[in-house]
């Protein structure tokens, strides 16, 4: 079949329109380039997306709250302009087995006396983990918005880097440096343990150090996917979280209504199916529809499997990188279960009026039960007891859901991406959900009867949907040999890959995933210091 | 307790009443509480003024329950403390209160704080912040036990000239034997209290201490018995001022408590904040002895001094300067304060070596909103010595009655 090569001639395309993609190509646009994104859905978002599945129900259908995206990007691309709202909201709870309950509460005093129901010493101690959290979160993040240095390059913008690297990390002194490079390699439990004696503050703490991760509180390089999660801000509250108002959703409808807004385009239908080489320079992208669009510059939102060993032809790649780019560790570890609710299910363990309803409410009352739910998936099963990151987010953002009814995302850890028995199918998936409504009805006795429609997402479906690879949410696992210039592989980490013209933007890059942002700005930086048009500043992109 | 299973959950209320609450509440005319320490306390009742002149002129009553307070007991209390602390409290006999600071081993403060020695096997020490993960991790290795007991003893503060005599009043025999940091026991209408002869405001002035259900009992008594003695109820403002005079210190006002900060550099050592007389590096090994030893070989490089201001408008959050030409950053002010009593505009600030010595120049940057426009003084200040109010009263045993 010979291509249909499309009239139009773009400086740049950019694959796949989730958030990093759309950054890169807001960003590209503003600096006056003529930018196409290509999506293969027939909706863009990627990974932040809201659908409507059932009636007058908006899901957040893949990740499902925000903290971690920056907010120099929010402002230099005017997205609250387009639309965009992000709504903190407050604290969680941890149900226990035997009807207890830990909640975690904004307010110091409530928090304290809360905890101390638990531990008096861990009450205390509580402001330490805090502190500490803290401090690691001033080291990392400067670092997010910056491209991570070669530390084998002399070129002098690396050793300026790395310079910049080694003196902050310098500037800690001696007893911090020690912590950090402990904290950067532990398990989050051998963390938690340093701080805390009682198991459920352990547990309620430790979820945001499995969630997307392949791994259990156990295993070492947990505590800092803790930190991932923490390293966020709500208008400068480290460390909150909230939702975004209609939705993740609202997040690249916003960067799409801004990157329009800047004179880009967006073809949805338009999945790309090879890029184009010549002389091992991209010279183009050949999409689905059978048409090719030709560009200098080809900027790939999918992740760095996907990319390398989905649309490039292997013989432009070197062997060394291509080997790497295979053993890339990206492993479907999370399922989700969107559900629309005829109300607000009752949890017993949560007393009349807590606040802590309309946080993130969870299950797992010990790292032991965690650690065996991790068991479950490197056997090839679903967690038989799961670990759920459960939100009504409807109770606070009255757009997800009609008057009265709600929308719950329900967030599991651990679902395998192959399993033991083979591949997934329908049954399998509806045993796996009802796994988890099983899990969540021991603490709900209402649940199971207001539930008017549930929408079941395996690592398989996710892979299938949105296309990351084993429906991995980070775009590849968050430890330390896959971070900072290891990521996503030693030599690529500043968004360049072996073939010139061709791009990295996702969140197989540094600084990773988590609706961040920071990958697609980032490597639209070097995109436009390649271009030399650098010399557009971008505000707030240093 | 009825009162504690009575209360209202912590995410609905997340402050404790003090079991003075009913009386602070009903003295309170000007609806002004804040939060300290967990509790809601009174900041002012009336005027901060009249209630300052409380201190230094009759009797001031302060509730001072929401200070954190730890029970130290068992056969090596003598040798934990000895070990956590700066100064010797083998030297502090039983019956009577040091105050001290306690520091990481960088020799940066955590906290300070009074140290009442019961009995010669039981302590109590009394802090700003809390801090139990600390003091049981410093714990291991000895045989001893760490209990927080704050919500199980009440305490009022009574400072000012005539707070003996309403003591006496109340029927405390023998109330003004009592020498500055002396520990008394008395009963009273048949409860225990425990009376000290210590406070925050560098008066006369003692510090009582009862179980909660004596508290209410104790308040109206004491109201009649210092009737005419002027006593009155003072929130926190007013104890601020007369802290300020008295030249003592505050965490996360004069210095950050190092292992609450989470910036790097922002310790402090205690020759930096100006109490090396409760540094003992002669009593053998405590935490942060090392650190401290270093320092002083080398010399602190800033320090907490007090500060004489021209003029009538206290320095508050004043940057320092060596020149008045404000070229030369040497540091800022932490507390500030028109003294009433001293007629003094006094400052606490942290200053650079080497102008922190005393009777150098200095030079303050104060900004003034006169009817919301903004006005920039530049205003000399000299180093002076602390305390920048003492009376003589505050160390006269048998204690005065005016």
């Given at each position: 079949m010979t291509a249909i090569a499309s009239a139009k001639r773009y400086d740049a395309v950019v694959l796949g329109a989730g958030h990093n993609g759309l950054i890169a190509a807001c960003y590209m646009a503003r600096a006056g380039l003529s930018v196409l994104v290509v999506e293969r859905n027939p909706y863009i978002g990627g990974a932040a997306v809201s659908r409507?599945?059932?009636?007058?129900f908006t899901y957040s259908n893949c990740s499902y709250v925000c903290s971690l995206l920056r907010p120099e990007i929010m402002r230099t691309l005017e997205l609250p302009l387009h639309g965009l709202q992000i709504i903190p909201y407050e604290g969680g709870c941890t149900m226990m087995r035997d009807g207890g309950h830990l909640a975690l509460y904004d307010n110091h005093d409530a928090l304290r006396r809360e905890i101390s129901r638990h531990s008096k010493r861990d009450a205390e101690a509580y402001d330490r983990f805090a502190r500490d959290m803290l401090r690691q979160c001033r080291f990392i993040k400067p670092l997010l918005m910056r491209t991570p240095p070669d530390p084998t390059s002399f070129k002098p913008r690396d050793l300026m880097e790395l310079l910049y690297l080694g003196q902050r990390f310098h500037r800690m002194g001696e007893t911090r440096m020690y912590e950090t490079l402990r904290f950067w390699t532990m398990s989050c439990a051998d963390f938690l343990d340093e701080y805390f004696e009682s198991d459920i503050v352990k547990a309620h703490l430790a979820g945001s150090s499995i969630?997307?991760?392949?791994?259990?509180?156990?295993?070492?390089?947990t505590a800092y996917v803790l930190l991932h999660h923490y390293m966020g801000d709500i208008d400068d509250a480290v460390g909150a979280w909230g939702f975004a108002r209609g939705g993740m959703g609202a997040v690249t409808n916003a960067l799409a209504a801004s990157f329009q807004a800047s004179g880009g385009e967006i073809r949805c239908n338009a999945g790309a199916e090879r890029v184009l080489t010549s002389g091992g320079r991209a010279v183009g992208v050949a999409l689905a529809d059978g048409t090719e669009v030709r560009a200098a510059t080809i900027v790939s939102g999918l992740d760095v499997k996907r990319t390398?060993?989905?649309?490039?032809?292997?013989?432009?790649?070197p062997a060394e990188f291509h080997r790497q780019v295979e053993n890339f560790k990206i492993r479907g570890s999370s399922g989700k279960l969107n559900i629309a609710l005829d109300a607000v299910p009752s949890f017993p363990a949560i007393p009349e009026g807590a606040p802590c309803i309309r946080g993130d409410l969870h299950i797992t009352d010990s790292i032991a039960m965690m650690e065996r739910a991790y068991d479950d998936w490197k056997a090839g099963i679903w967690s038989q007891a799961p670990y759920v990151d459960m939100l009504i987010p409807s109770q606070i953002d009255p757009t997800m859901a009609p008057a009265g009814k709600h929308y719950m995302s329900v967030f599991v850890?651990?679902?395998?991406?192959?399993l033991a028995s083979g591949s997934w199918d329908d049954g399998k998936r509806q045993a796996f959900g009802e796994t988890v409504i099983q899990a969540i009805s021991r603490q709900s006795p209402d649940f199971r009867k207001l539930i008017l429609h549930a929408e079941i997402r395996t690592p398989w479906d996710i892979e299938n949907e949105v296309g990351l690879t084993e429906g991995n949410i980070f775009q590849g696992e968050l430890t330390m040999d896959q971070l900072l210039f290891n990521r996503p592989v030693p030599g690529y980490a500043q968004y360049r890959s072996p073939i010139r013209g061709l791009y990295m933007c996702g969140s197989s890059t540094h600084p990773g995933g988590g609706v961040m942002g920071a990958p697609g700005a980032n490597a639209a930086r070097e995109i436009l210091r390649d271009l030399r048009r650098d010399d557009l500043r971008l505000d707030g992109l240093h | 307790m009825s009162d504690a299973a009575n209360r209202p959950p912590h995410f609905k209320q997340p402050l404790l009443t003090t079991p003075f609450h009913s009386r602070t509440r009903a003295c309170s005319t000007v609806d002004q509480f804040v939060a300290w320490a967990g509790y809601t306390t009174v900041d002012v009742y009336t005027t901060v003024e009249q209630e300052y002149f409380a201190i230094r002129n009759a009797c001031s009553v302060y509730d001072l329950t929401p200070m954190v307070k730890y029970r130290i007991t068992g056969k090596d209390a003598e040798n934990y403390l000895n070990r956590l602390v700066?100064?010797?409290?083998?030297?502090?006999?039983?019956g009577r209160v040091a105050y001290s600071v306690w520091c990481n081993d960088d020799g940066h403060l955590i906290d300070d704080g009074t140290i009442f020695r019961l009995e010669t096997g039981e302590f109590l020490l009394c802090t700003a912040a809390r801090q139990l993960d600390w003091l049981l991790d410093s714990a291991i290795g000895f045989d001893v036990a760490v209990e927080e007991v704050t919500e199980s003893i009440a305490a009022l503060s009574l400072q000012g000239p005539t707070s003996c005599a309403v003591l006496k009043a109340l029927?405390?025999?023998?109330?003004?034997?009592?020498?500055?940091?002396d520990i008394g026991r008395f009963v009273l209408g048949g409860a225990d209290m425990t009376v000290s002869r210590t406070g925050f405001t560098g008066d006369l002035g003692y510090e009582l201490w009862m179980t909660p259900a004596d508290a209410v009992s104790v308040w109206d008594r004491l109201m009649i018995a210092g009737a005419s003695s002027g006593i009155r109820p003072i929130g926190s403002q007013a104890l601020d001022m007369a802290r300020i005079e008295a030249g003592f210190i505050m965490p996360n006002i004069d210095f950050v408590p190092a292992e609450a900060s989470v910036r790097i550099g922002r310790g402090r050592s205690p020759f930096e904040l100006g109490l090396e007389w409760l540094v003992d590096l002669k009593k053998g090994h405590f935490n942060g002895r090392r650190a401290l030893v270093a320092e002083q070989k080398r010399g602190a490089a800033r320090r907490l001094v007090g500060l004489d201001i021209d003029g009538n408008k206290p320095a508050l959050k004043a940057l320092l300067y060596a020149d008045k030409s404000c070229r030369r950053e040497i540091g800022a002010i932490s507390s500030a304060l028109w003294s009433p009593t001293c007629k003094r505009n006094i400052a606490l600030g942290l200053v650079d070596a080497p102008y922190f010595e005393t009777g150098r120049q200095v030079w303050a940057e104060i900004y003034l909103c006169r009817e919301l426009e903004w006005e920039r003084r530049v205003a000399r200040g000299v180093v002076v010595e602390k305390p920048f109010y003492a009376p003589a009263r505050r160390k006269v045993t048998p204690a005065w009655d005016r």
């Open positions: 409507q599945l059932y009636q007058d969630i997307g991760t392949a791994l259990g509180p156990r295993s070492p390089g390398f060993l989905g649309l490039v032809d292997r013989k432009d790649l850890q651990y679902c395998p991406y192959e | 700066t100064r010797d409290v083998r030297r502090v006999k039983p029927g405390l025999r023998g109330v003004e034997r009592l020498r500055p940091f």
